[in-house]
């Protein structure tokens, strides 16, 4: 009786909210502690390279000499608990509540009174409106939790690019290889055409960025855009390739120009793509058949 009432839609997207609320607490974890463990590792790579080419320790400065000092490992994802960013005061559970905590502080840390980043409670709240949505959509069943998982993935990632212009390898490839995977049993597309997907989405970055940088000798865009598009296409199929570069660019040139006329940037300033992807993406999953054939129908090609 009671696995009766929790399945009804309304408990279901409530509950949803509520979890999803927790999971982008978590989500706040890993966009902040991600960036600064992927830098202490590449030190400590380029560390060990310089060394065994026989490089002299004493010549190591910057990074590497804090490396070689014994700079300590950031914080990891799980197990550390969270603290303030400004007094390092470790956090009790009642200021970890996500977005009322904030919302009760006032914005401000308990402790030494900084201002807490609204990213926290918007993380939150994103992650728990975007989960809800995608229970409304699937309804209960294997389709809703894989695209739960390829949802928070995607929020993960945004963020991170935001903050650093980055997209983790350690985010994009399982992301890539469960769109793999969850294609074998039929969830979203099939096998033949997820691998297509990806094939097509990664080469289509691909060859927009070697066009690019040999027509102005600059990047245009980070190699991290070309594995995100690869995982998207993974999860959506090769008929979503298309409509998500197209959705992607439209929405990244509106809101990229929009953001470089508010601050005051030039059109050199680099832009994460990452985000704009990933909305298209999300877009593509649960509504992209019915975009589709509404362009279709409208533009009488169908």
Not at 31 to 47: N, V
Not at 203 to 222: I, N, P, R
Request: net charge neutral; charged share 15%.
């Amino acid at each position: 009786m009671l696995i009766d009432v929790l399945l009804q839609p309304a408990w279901l997207v409530g509950c949803t909210f509520f979890f999803g609320l927790l999971i982008g607490s978590f989500l706040n974890v890993v966009i902040l502690r991600i960036p600064p463990r992927l830098e202490w590792q590449w030190r400590r790579d380029a560390r060990e390279i310089l060394g065994a080419d026989g490089t002299d320790s004493g010549e190591a400065t910057g990074d590497a000499a804090r490396v070689d000092a014994g700079e300590p490992q950031p914080p990891g994802i799980v197990v550390e608990r969270s603290f303030c960013p400004k007094c390092h005061h470790q956090l009790s559970a009642f200021d970890n509540v996500p977005v009322f905590s904030w919302l009760l502080l006032g914005g401000r840390c308990r402790y030494c009174k900084a201002p807490i980043s609204i990213q926290y409670p918007a993380v939150e709240l994103l992650t728990a409106v975007a989960s809800a949505v995608v229970v409304w959509h699937f309804g209960p069943g294997w389709q809703a939790m894989a695209a739960l998982v390829y949802t928070w993935l995607l929020i993960g990632l945004s963020g991170i690019d935001l903050r650093t212009t980055l997209l983790p390898d350690s985010l994009t490839y399982p992301l890539l290889w469960l769109g793999l995977l969850i294609s074998t049993v039929g969830l979203f597309v099939t096998p033949t055409q997820a691998l297509w997907g990806a094939a097509v989405g990664y080469l289509s970055l691909w060859s927009v960025y070697w066009l690019f940088k040999l027509a102005t000798g600059k990047e245009g865009m980070g190699r991290g855009d070309f594995k995100l598009l690869a995982a998207l296409g993974a999860w959506c199929g090769l008929n979503g390739v298309l409509p998500m570069v197209m959705v992607s660019a439209l929405v990244g040139a509106v809101v990229g120009s929009a953001w470089l006329a508010l601050r005051g940037r030039d059109r050199a300033t680099p832009i994460p793509f990452g985000p704009y992807l990933a909305l298209a993406g999300w877009i593509q999953l649960l509504w992209g058949d019915r975009l589709i054939a509404a362009y279709l129908h409208f533009s009488g090609l169908r």
